[in-house]
Antibody, heavy 118, light 110 residues
Framework: EVQLVESGGDLVKPGGSLRLSCAVS????????MTWVRQAPGKGLEWVGR??????????DYGAPVKGRFTISRDDSKTTLYLQMNSLKSEDTAVYYC?????????WGQGTLVTVSS | QSVLTQPPSASGTPGQRVTISCSGS????????VYWYQQLSGMAPKLLIY???QRPSGVPDRFSGSKSGTSASLAISGLRSEDEADYYC???????????FGGGTKLTVL
């Protein structure tokens, strides 16, 4: 059974940093492109970014609102995806989901809540 | 303001057929595959349609997708109460070099 479990969500002050994790099991993580999607309270879904598998170059892409502040990385030995978030703003408050299962995102985690507030 | 335009709401009665539209441009829908997701209240999204009109295993054939030019549509036939959810279209935008979402459509089953 494929499982994605996010963790690391917390209350953080504006300007602060936080690292989210997404632990994956049930499929070959190293071959998978991984994606982060977020959802602000009461709002729609927003793409945060993605990381390709090392076989496909391991490159990253980011949505405009987070480019330069967020970094996606992966540890294939630990089958874990990360999202390092710096210079956090109130508008980054959201539930953050990791997803995979190309084509499309067939598998999703349950999400982890990040609240940015003073 | 989302790059892809969806109606904010749609509704239908049980058994009816409902269509949700998704409008984009030549740099996104016009040149890339469209995906559709269903999000039940308080849950993670679920993939309904991939590559414009393909259904993942386990998705009922009541759900169908289509694309024409710079627009796409999701059709739900034989509407059921459990279809009440938010629906999102998604694609890649070549100009933005980014995945783009529609704003979402809240479907109400009357």
């Amino acid at each position: 059974e494929v499982q994605l479990v996010e963790s690391g969500g917390d209350l953080v002050k504006p300007g602060g940093s936080l690292r989210l994790s997404c632990a994956v099991s049930g499929f070959t993580f190293s071959n998978a492109q991984m994606t982060w999607v977020r959802q602000a309270p009461g709002k729609g879904l927003e793409w945060v970014g993605r990381i390709k598998s090392k076989v496909d170059g391991g490159t990253t892409d980011y949505g405009a609102p987070v480019k330069g502040r967020f970094t996606i990385s992966r540890d294939d030995s630990k089958t874990t995806l990360y999202l390092q978030m710096n210079s956090l703003k109130s508008e980054d408050t959201a539930v953050y989901y990791c997803a995979t299962g190309e084509p499309g995102w067939k598998y999703w985690g349950q999400g982890t809540l990040v609240t940015v507030s003073s | 303001q989302s790059v892809l335009t969806q109606p904010p709401s749609a509704s239908g009665t049980p058994g009816q057929r409902v269509t949700i539209s998704c409008s984009g441009s030549s740099s996104n829908i016009g040149s890339n595959y469209v995906y559709w997701y269903q999000q039940l209240s308080g849950m993670a999204p679920k993939l309904l349609i991939y590559k414009n009109n393909q259904r993942p295993s386990g998705v009922p054939d009541r759900f169908s997708g289509s694309k024409s030019g710079t627009s796409a549509s999701l059709a739900i036939s034989g509407l059921r109460s459990e279809d009440e959810a938010d629906y999102y279209c998604v694609t890649w935008d070549d100009s933005l070099t980014s995945v783009v979402f529609g704003g979402g459509t809240k479907l109400t089953v009357l």
